[in-house]
């Protein structure tokens, strides 16, 4: 142990790091991602051999990613309406100073959603 006792960072960074890497937790760990393997594998032998399945899950898949832009599409077409409301809502002297902080914050979630679909 260190000099500074029990507490010292590097102390409970090895002592956590026993806990996580026990033999137990590894040999689940490395059950569950066989299971899961031969899941994966039954299943992609399933879909090969029905190709109206293989279609239909690409088709629908499909539709779930239009349905993710539509979505996206009006939420951008809300967060303008209401920036707009906001805008008509306050005082004249306010409206410039408001109207670039919107533009702004509209820029920056503009920003993250598009990264978020890349």
């Known amino acids: ?14 002592s ?24 994966r594998h039954h299943l992609e032998e399933k879909i090969r051999k ?15 990613l239009e349905a993710r832009a539509l979505e996206y599409s009006a939420l951008l077409r809300l967060t303008a309406t209401i920036a707009r ?6 005082p004249e002297e306010m409206k410039m100073r408001f109207a670039r902080e919107m533009a702004e914050l509209m820029g920056r979630e503009l920003g993250a959603m598009v990264e978020k679909t890349l």
């Open 1 to 14: 142990m260190s000099a500074e006792g029990e507490n010292s960072p590097i102390d409970l960074l090895i």
């Open 16 to 39: 956590s790091s026993k806990q996580l890497f026990t033999p137990e937790k590894l040999v689940a760990d490395v059950a569950m991602d066989l299971i899961k393997d031969e899941i």
């Open 50 to 64: 029905d190709p109206g399945l293989s279609k239909e899950i690409k088709d629908a898949v499909k539709e779930l």
């Open 85 to 90: 409301l906001g805008i008509v809502a306050v």
